[in-house]
């Protein structure tokens, strides 16, 4: 059962005690109340760890997006750098080619 069902049972539950103690057994309908409402305060704070631990693994996820966009990015800028030091050599060979074709 997720999150939400929990959360809708408890609340038809509540209300159901809520309807027994207008029709009698007050000391009956107080005890359900109580403990729907200890349910209720469990099932949100079983929530709210849920979402500090997920906000916990997003900010982690982000962290390693991150590192690995920068790496990745570092190594794309060395491969052109790579690669415009290579093309600024064959620019300068075929100058000295076309030198000696002219001589």
Do not use: P
């Not at 000391?27 to 099932?43: C, Q």
């Not at 690669?83 to 000295?96: A, E, I, P, S």
């Amino acid at each position: 059962m997720n999150v939400e069902e929990e959360i809708l049972d408890l609340q038809l539950r509540l209300q159901g005690l809520e309807t027994r103690s207008c029709s009698g057994g007050q000391d009956a309908v107080l005890a359900g109340l109580a403990t729907a409402r200890a349910e209720i305060v469990d099932v949100r704070s079983g929530v709210r760890q849920d979402f500090e631990i997920l906000n916990f693994e997003i900010t982690r996820l982000r962290e390693r997006f991150d590192e690995n966009c920068k790496a990745s990015l570092l190594e794309t800028l060395t491969m052109f750098e790579g690669l415009r030091f290579q093309l600024n050599d064959l620019g300068l060979r075929l100058d000295r080619l076309l030198a000696k074709d002219d001589a």
